[in-house]
Structure formats: structure tokens, C-alpha cells
Nanobody, 120 residues
Framework: QVQLVESGGGLVQAGGSLRLSCAASGRTFSRYAMGWFRQAPGKEREFVATIRWSGSSADYAASVKGRFTISRDNAKNTVYLQMNSLKPEDTAVYYC?????????????WGQGTQVTVSS
């Protein structure tokens, strides 16, 4: 079983940056696709970004493309979400996910979530 522990959330001003980290444990981590999802107050959880186990490709929600970058370091069993040019609408709890494939991420393993708050 994969365990995911997130960190890096916080309070930033609009236009600022944060880097989220998700440390994973488990032998199968290197073969897992990883992703970030978020849930804003009063909103449903939404897709943010995904990355395949090799790190060779990534996908982003239209709302974050060009501002966020997902990456992974399998040697460190960690996936990152670099968030730049943050907007107030990025405020949400961000969750890390892992699954055998990108398509199955929503039903995979989940971290505890980390709060990101962007002030205007």
C-alpha cells in the first residue's frame, strides 16, 4: 500500500509562489502515476495536474496550465507541484494522489491534503 504525506502549503499573496511536496512510501511508487487535485471551499474536488511514473509527460487543468508545474523525483519518492503566479481562485486544499495509471488516479491513494491560501 502507498502512503502519501503532503507538505508545503501556506498563505501567499496573489502573484506569489509555493511548492508543494508529496512524499510517498511503498515499493510500487516508481511505477505509479501521480497527481494533484484540489478542493476549494464550497466546490467539488477538481483535477490539477498529473504525471506518469517516468515523469516523461504531464497534464494540467486549463486553469493552471502555464503557472503550475508537476514533477517527480523517484529517487526521493517525492512528487512536487510548483505553483507560480498564484491567484485567489487557487485557494483550496491540495491533495496528492497515486495510482497505477493516470486514468485511475481519482480512485487511487490519497494524501491528507495541504491548505493553500492566496490572498488578493
Amino acid at each position: 500500500q502507498v502512503q502519501l504525506v503532503e507538505s508545503g502549503g501556506g498563505l501567499v499573496q496573489a502573484g506569489g509562489s509555493l511548492r508543494l511536496s508529496c512524499a510517498a512510501s511503498g515499493r510500487t511508487f516508481s511505477r505509479y502515476a501521480m497527481g494533484w487535485f484540489r478542493q476549494a471551499p464550497g466546490k467539488e474536488r477538481e483535477f490539477v495536474a498529473t504525471i506518469r511514473w517516468s515523469g516523461s509527460s504531464a497534464d494540467y487543468a486549463a486553469s493552471v496550465k502555464g503557472r503550475f508545474t508537476i514533477s517527480r523525483d523517484n529517487a526521493k519518492n517525492t512528487v512536487y507541484l510548483q505553483m507560480n503566479s498564484l491567484k485567489p481562485e487557487d485557494t483550496a486544499v491540495y491533495y496528492c494522489a497515486a495510482a497505477p495509471s493516470v486514468a485511475t488516479l481519482p480512485t487511487g491513494y490519497w494524501g491528507q491534503g495541504t491548505q493553500v491560501t492566496v490572498s488578493s
